[in-house]
């Protein structure tokens, strides 16, 4: 039996204590460097954060925009780091969980305290609003995995304070076909042996991966020898190259006095690999019934 978790890349870290369990992690995206796009805005007079001047960015014009997604497709932040040197960002946030989609989002208020309703937030510069009510309309948008942004075209209007003045704007993101994320699978051979000198219980089994990443795994197995419960943990790691499986073999010590004997025991293996395409870990489970012979 397999399952699969994604998690982000500076909460990697994973214990085994006893017998593992199973744990779901959602993964927030990496912010992703913008291929080609735009974002221009302008203010009304009296307008706090336009000033009521007008504000154009590209990527053809040496502006830097990045943008972040998340895992559900409800949210899309596009950040601008000016060639001129001014920096902004703009936020849409669908309401709830529900996917941004093409259609108009009325009601906004300012993100990320925008609760079950539609959020937006244009500030920069030095300037953001308190609290503000605005609209955007979500033109095109469409999604990879893992909240990965390809293509994302919106309007927007923003008043800062409940003021009648008003910013305006629009955002064209296009970015290439997303890269698949990494495929990683476990596989424990259900045989291993007992060592009758040290007690030790030995593992072994293959990975194989759809990139070239560093596999580690690690786990525990549990068995009744003589009416007693013994149990032990194993860790170790491997490259893991596409296009063939790798093998792994891992040592599990007893906790206790009495060692691993010959007969059945249960293997719970994690095994982790890092995604590089999406900036975060990928971690596989596989529960199995090995049975050891003494060696």
């Known amino acids: 039996m397999q399952g699969t978790w994604r998690k982000a890349a500076l909460a990697a870290a994973l214990s085994i204590t006893g017998v593992l369990g199973g744990l779901a992690i959602a993964a927030p995206a990496q912010a992703q460097t913008v291929e080609s796009g735009s974002v221009s805005f302008s203010g009304d007079p009296g307008d706090y954060i336009t000033g009521g001047d007008s504000y154009s960015y590209s990527t053809e014009n040496g502006d830097q925009l990045t943008t972040n997604g998340s895992a559900d497709n409800s949210y899309v932040s596009v950040s601008i780091s000016g060639y001129n040197g001014d920096w902004w960002s703009v936020d849409f946030d669908a309401p709830g969980s529900a996917p941004l989609a093409p259609g108009t989002y009325k009601g906004a208020t300012r993100y ?25 309309t979500v033109i095109n948008a469409v999604f990879g995995p893992n909240g990965y942004v390809q293509t994302f075209d919106a309007t927007f209007e923003q008043h800062c304070e409940g003021w009648e003045a008003a910013a305006r704007g629009e955002v064209h993101i296009s970015n290439p076909v997303p890269p698949d994320p990494l495929d990683l699978e476990l596989a424990v051979a259900t045989d291993g042996i007992a060592n009758r000198i040290n007690g030790n219980a030995v593992l072994h089994g293959t990975v194989t991966c759809n990139q070239p990443t560093s596999v580690s795994l690690e786990g525990g197995v549990t068995q009744i020898v003589r009416k007693v419960l013994v149990r032990g943990t194993f860790s170790t790691q491997v490259s893991c190259t596409p296009g063939s499986a790798t093998q792994w073999t891992a040592i599990a010590v007893p906790t206790g006095t009495t060692p691993f004997g010959k007969g059945k025991a249960e293997a719970i293996t994690r095994a982790t690999g890092y995604d590089a395409e999406y900036d975060e870990y990928v971690t596989v489970s596989n529960t199995s019934v090995v049975t050891l012979t003494r060696s």
């Open 112 to 136: 990320p305290f925008n609760g079950a309703g539609p959020g937006l937030d244009l500030s920069g510069n030095g300037r953001g609003c308190n609290e503000l009510t605005g609209t955007f």
